[in-house]
């Protein structure tokens, strides 16, 4: 790790937040059938969480979705599809998987892709929520509450890279 950069949430700490929110998630009133994570910034997430499901005996199903929030579009704001959920979603409950809640925008998103793909129901899990006024959607399982900084690692990325970190990193600037 550089100097410029420090760890906001350790690999252990975070694999126990993981077990966790399984726990929660498996005890909860809504089963999930099937795990959807948001590409691509929830794939190492969904990774753990799907095995500590199915630790707690909640196998699933998984279909993935990819969106994209950033980058060059036309409009600010603006979700670029780029795989959306299949018929599999149909009638089932759905567990929606992504690495970082801000705006609520993507999460918004893919719940709406879910609903027109004939979702019964849809739990939301992030592995961390940063403050934001006005969120367009929310999270039902929350692992962190973070700060506005621009996190990286642990499937998230920074300009592409940083996404194999083990844990949650922050650039200090």
């Keep these: ?29 809504l089963k999930p059938e099937i795990a959807v994570p948001v590409l691509a910034g929830a794939f ?34 603006e979700i670029m599809v780029l795989k959306a959920p299949a ?3 149909r009638g089932r409950t759905i567990l929606l998987i992504d690495g970082v809640l801000e705006s609520g925008g993507t999460l918004a998103r893919a719940k709406q892709l879910l609903a027109d793909a004939g979702a019964a129901a849809v739990i939301s899990v992030v592995a961390v929520k940063k403050p934001y006024v006005n969120r367009l959607s929310d999270a039902d399982h929350v692992l962190y509450e973070a ?7 642990y499937g998230m990325d920074r300009a592409g890279l ?5 844990d949650i990193r922050v650039k200090d600037e």
């Excluded at 940083?162 to 083990?166: E, I, N, T, V």
Aim: glycine fraction near 10%; proline fraction near 6%; avoid cysteine.
């Design 87 to 89: 018929e599999p979603v």
């Design 1 to 29: 790790m550089s100097a410029r950069e420090r760890q906001l949430y350790s690999e252990a700490e975070i694999a126990r937040r993981v077990e966790a929110a399984a726990r929660d998630i498996a005890r909860g009133p």
């Design 162 to 166: 940083g996404r194999g970190f083990p």
């Design 147 to 153: 700060g506005p900084d621009f996190l990286y690692g």
């Design 44 to 77: 190492v997430f969904a990774a753990d969480l799907l095995r500590a499901l199915a630790r707690e005996g909640v196998d699933l199903e998984t279909e993935f979705i990819w969106l994209r929030s950033y980058g060059r579009f036309e409009r600010p704001g």
